[in-house]
């Protein structure tokens, strides 16, 4: 069976992060066809679409996608419908993409980048599950209406328990290959749609025994987060829940650099992409920091292509690569080694053993 990889650069750095992360799964002898396709602004210029066909029909073929970012200050004054960010969206939506995997992991290296204190967030490593294709951001009917001369606005929270299911199964099966807890968040005591979340969560748990279901409130999870975020493992939320927590988690770590990022469909063929923007005010200096997209690399292999062990090995390599100090501008330290993308890149491949 061939295993395909589409990889998409984008636009800013995207170029030079991905190229780091396709020489690591090269390296890894796994047999990955890798083929690379236009997305975003880069594809606004060369097709007049964000999103061209022949991305699609690449993106459909594909495995596994991996992006680095879209977006600049260039298209900013397009049309909506041809802004890179359209690209993003409609990727998204072509492939099903409903669960979004964020881990948010701060190595002990790297602890001063954090606003909180050492203390509190050194070792940290959680993932946040958030469900994507649904809840208040979709749900019907909404809209701006005026009635006796007063304007109003409404959005409709909404979720079936099917879309409940498939996304708490992600949660659980992600939490049997970590530490075996799931944290489920949800706001049960003033919203229903989110007493069905509690109901249907609590009813897939005996489905796996290994792991241990838990309940939160939002507003409670939103300051154990800052307070104590090292109790949770796993964490899954709806749309808007997810969409705040996941933010505020991946800020505990300080390093938007570091940070990777997956979003699966029923068959867990997936979407990778760091969590950071294109950076256009770094683009092309070879300075920006590859890690989170060869961090989204690891994930790849784990929720893919079940590769748990390649995974691991890209993940220690990255450790590795930290504890020798070695660091790219971003999270530099006096006292380090500063090194640029491709070097960085290079570091993690000799790393790899
Ligand atoms: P950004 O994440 O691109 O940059 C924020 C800051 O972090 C900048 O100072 C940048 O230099 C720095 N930074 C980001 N990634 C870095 C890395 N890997 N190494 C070192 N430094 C890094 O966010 P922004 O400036 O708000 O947005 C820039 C563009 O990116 C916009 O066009 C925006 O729409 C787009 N964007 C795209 C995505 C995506 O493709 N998923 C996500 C967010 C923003």
């Not at 070792?123 to 951001?137: A, C, H, K, Q, S």
């Not at 979709?138 to 996304?167: A, C, K, S, V």
């Not at 300051?223 to 705040?244: E, H, K, S, W, Y």
Request: hydrophobic fraction near 40%; include cysteine.
């Amino acid at each position: 069976m061939t295993k395909k990889i589409l990889i998409l650069p984008g636009d800013g750095i995207g170029p030079e992060i991905t190229a780091e992360a396709a020489r690591v799964l090269g390296a890894l002898g796994l047999g990955f066809e890798m083929e690379t396709a236009l997305l975003g602004g880069a594809a606004v210029d060369a097709t007049g679409e964000p999103y061209p066909e022949a991305t699609q029909k690449l993106a459909a073929e594909a495995d596994a996608v991996l992006l680095g970012a879209v977006g600049g200050p260039k298209w900013d004054t397009l049309p909506r419908e041809k802004r890179p960010e359209r690209g993003l969206l409609s990727i998204r939506k072509h492939l099903n993409l409903f669960a979004n995997l964020r881990p948010a992991i701060l190595y002990p290296e790297l602890a001063n980048a954090s606003t909180l204190k050492p203390e509190i967030v050194s070792g940290l490593d959680i993932l946040i599950v958030r469900e994507l294709t649904g809840d208040i951001y979709f749900g019907q009917p909404l809209g701006i209406r005026e009635r006796r001369g007063e304007r109003f606005g409404f959005n409709t929270m909404r979720y079936t328990d099917t879309e409940i299911r498939r996304i708490g199964r992600v949660a659980f099966e992600a939490a049997r290959k970590r530490n075996k807890k799931l944290c489920s968040v949800d706001k049960m005591n003033v919203l229903e749609t989110t007493q069905l979340w509690r109901d249907v969560m609590n009813e897939l748990a005996p489905e796996y025994p290994d792991v241990t279901l838990s309940h939160m409130l939002v507003d409670n999870a939103a300051m154990q987060l800052v307070r104590a975020p090292r109790q949770f493992d796993v964490l899954v939320t709806g749309n808007m829940f997810g969409d705040i927590l996941s933010d505020e988690a991946s800020m505990l770590t300080g390093s938007i650099g570091m940070l990777p990022s997956a979003s699966l469909d029923e068959n867990d063929k997936g979407l990778y992409e760091p969590s950071h923007g294109s950076a256009p005010d770094i683009a092309g200096q070879d300075v920006a920091n590859p890690l989170a997209t060869i961090l989204s690399a690891a994930m790849l292999l784990r929720y893919t292509f079940n590769e748990e062990e390649a995974a691991r090995r890209v993940e220690d390599a990255v450790e590795k690569v930290l504890a020798q100090g070695f660091r790219t501008g971003d999270i530099f330290e006096a006292g380090m080694t500063k090194v640029g993308t491709r070097q960085m890149g290079e570091a993690v491949l000799a790393a790899l053993g």
